[in-house]
């Protein structure tokens, strides 16, 4: 490895970086002269790069390796993926979706970055593994299977290797990390051939899942995982406002070593940024995005997070907060954030999913309205809608779900305008 590299309205996010960006980066905007648009475009490589600077490593629970303190993803613009390059993003999450011979055209894959495969090993690039036959809830282990993906993801993607083999969605509970041990033989197997090195896990809730009968949560999974110590880190849902159970597993992590990964992480923000008279009460001059980011590198026991960015706008404000103090205007508008979000968006726990008579896959559609809402990723939202199967016009508003929510959400609402705008 080496060592050196290693080492009212969506305007507001914008407007934000208008009106106090300017002054911080120098740039050339002045409040309200570009639209959002123009300013995303007009944003140079060169401006985003001097605005974020050099990111901070922590080391990835005690494997011995240090990733910058918000990772990168390959869906990010091939631009925003050279930015964060320059700025010292060292792990990359879902490589597996990179393609020497170039992205076919409305797939979700991209070409590989020039930049990784000058330095690639100086990048962790992870590959990320789901079940086959079937999704997360009905798909199978299955080793064979396995090892030939990442074989193949090997070769499409011109990598070489990954540096960390991923299981998409995790286990369905402790039993089934305990006996089905076929993506460890795989990883093992891939591991002899040299074409990975490292284990790591992103684990959803399936407690109360219909489909998943016996279902845990994502902490319970994860903690059972951690006391094996084969796998070297997990990624789980993590925004402000988190439950005591998550906050607990993250705490006793770090006691032990082990890697965690925050993502989900801008729960309600996109809607929040639409809400404009929501967005008057903030402080003036933070950036919701930019105070996430110094809170989750520097305020949590996490070692690192993934954020949603679009353009390069995006990655200056939300990457210039990593690693840095949060101040109190910060704090403020996360405080005021979480609770917005608490009264509006989901936070993918499950503890709903077993009041349902209809045994609705009551997170998972609210996954789908967070792609939508937040992410204002609508073809994301759509393709998780339609796999689920459009079911959320069979909630029968019976509300008995609502009692289990620890946020009270007006979930059969919720339901309601997911299939409104989804169907
Ligand atoms: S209100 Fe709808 S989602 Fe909630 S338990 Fe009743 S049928 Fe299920
Ligand atoms: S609706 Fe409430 S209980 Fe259900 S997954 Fe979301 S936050 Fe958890």
Not at 91 to 120: C, I, M, N, Q, V
Request: hydrophobic share 35%.
């Amino acid at each position: 490895m080496a060592a050196m590299s290693k080492g009212g309205s969506v305007d507001r996010r914008h407007f934000l970086r208008a009106s106090t960006g300017a002054l911080v980066g120098g740039w050339a905007f002045t409040q309200g002269s570009l639209s959002p648009a123009a300013e995303a475009a007009a944003m140079t490589l060169d401006q985003a790069v001097g605005r974020v600077g050099r990111l901070p490593l922590r080391p990835l629970g005690s494997g011995g390796r240090k990733v910058s303190v918000l990772i990168g993803a390959s869906d990010w613009p091939g631009e925003v993926i050279e930015a964060g390059v320059r700025c010292g993003v060292n792990y990359w999450h879902k490589a597996e979706r990179f393609r020497l011979a170039g992205a076919a055209a409305g797939s979700r894959d991209r070409a590989t970055p020039g930049s990784l495969l000058k330095d690639r090993d100086g990048h962790y690039c992870e590959v990320v593994v789901d079940r086959i036959r079937g999704n997360h809830e009905t798909g199978a282990i299955d080793e064979e299977a396995h090892v030939e993906f990442v074989k193949q993801a090997v070769v499409q993607s011109g990598l070489r290797y990954f540096d960390d083999m991923v299981f998409h969605f995790g286990y369905h509970d402790r039993a089934e990390y305990r006996e089905n041990k076929g993506f460890i033989r795989a990883f093992e197997r891939l591991k002899k051939s040299g074409l990975v090195r490292r284990l790591g896990i992103t684990q959803h809730h399936y407690n109360g899942n219909p489909k998943v009968p016996g279902g845990e949560s994502a902490a319970q999974v994860l903690s059972a995982v951690m006391e094996d110590g084969i796998y070297e880190h997990g990624q789980l849902f993590y925004s402000y406002g988190e439950s005591a159970e998550v906050e607990s597993f993250v705490r006793a992590a770090r006691a032990r070593g082990f890697g965690t990964i925050a993502m989900k992480t801008t729960r309600g923000m996109g809607r929040m940024e639409s809400d404009t008279e929501f967005m008057k009460t903030l402080p003036e001059g933070v950036s919701p995005y930019n105070a996430l980011a110094r809170w989750l590198t520097t305020e949590t026991q996490l070692d690192a997070a993934v954020i949603r960015v679009r353009d390069l706008a995006e990655f200056a404000d939300t990457c210039s907060g990593a690693g840095k103090p949060l101040r109190s205007a910060d704090r403020t508008t996360l405080e005021r954030a979480a609770r917005y979000a608490d009264r509006n968006a989901c936070r993918l726990c499950g503890e709903c999913a077993e009041q349902c008579p209809e045994r609705l896959p009551i997170a998972d559609i609210l996954r789908a309205e967070r792609y939508l809402l937040d992410h204002r990723d609508e073809t994301q939202a759509r393709r998780l809608y339609d796999e689920l199967g459009r079911p959320a016009d069979r909630c029968r508003a019976c509300r008995a779900c609502v009692s289990r929510c620890p946020l009270g959400l007006a979930i059969p609402e919720k339901l309601a305008q997911v299939h409104r705008l989804l169907a």
